[in-house]
């Protein structure tokens, strides 16, 4: 069966453009995922809908869809409108809120969530994301391959040895 002429929005060159996947009948596919550091809530699940239903239409038309889907698990502060980053980290303040919940019992039953760890918050928050995502019957890349966490991929990085050039003025 004949796939049908796909057209996108190009807001770059402000023009329709016809879908064409680099390797067909393949379609790889880039979504970027929550950043775990609270539960999602229904405004946050908007852009994981707009790429559930893409990939839903995808495979429908005969594409084999692959889809990638990134946890970000660090790197945010509380003050996102502050250029410079400031403000608490997120992981942080996620950790104070997750320490008052195990004081006053309201952690899943069994759960053996340490709030310090900013690691065990990532994955408390990621997993309850992928849990939320399937009630409400969204496909989630494939997991755990395709759900790649940001810290899995980052090296710790130094710049005490770096300069800055000097500027003539």
């Known amino acids: 069966m004949p ?54 239409f995808l495979e429908l038309v005969g594409y084999d869809v692959k889809q990638v889907m990134n946890l970000t698990d660090v790197g945010h502060m509380t003050d996102d409108s502050n250029a410079d980053g400031g403000g608490q980290d997120k992981m942080a303040a996620a950790g104070q809120r997750l320490a008052q919940a195990k004081k006053s019992g309201k952690l899943p039953e069994g759960s053996e969530l340490k709030p310090n760890d900013p690691y065990a918050i990532a994955k408390f928050y990621g997993d309850a994301f992928i849990e939320d995502a399937k009630r409400l019957g969204i496909k989630v890349a494939d ?11 980052i090296t710790p990085v130094s710049y005490t040895h770096l300069t800055l050039p000097t500027i003539q003025l």
């Open 3 to 56: 796939r049908p002429e796909i057209k996108f929005y190009n807001s770059l060159t402000k023009s329709l453009e016809t879908f064409e996947p680099l390797n067909p009948p393949t379609v790889t596919m880039y979504n970027c995922g929550p950043t775990v550091y609270d539960y999602a809530h229904i405004g946050n699940f908007k852009s994981f809908l707009f790429a559930d239903v893409l990939r839903r």
């Open 143 to 153: 997991e755990p391959a395709h759900l790649p966490r940001a810290t899995d991929y």
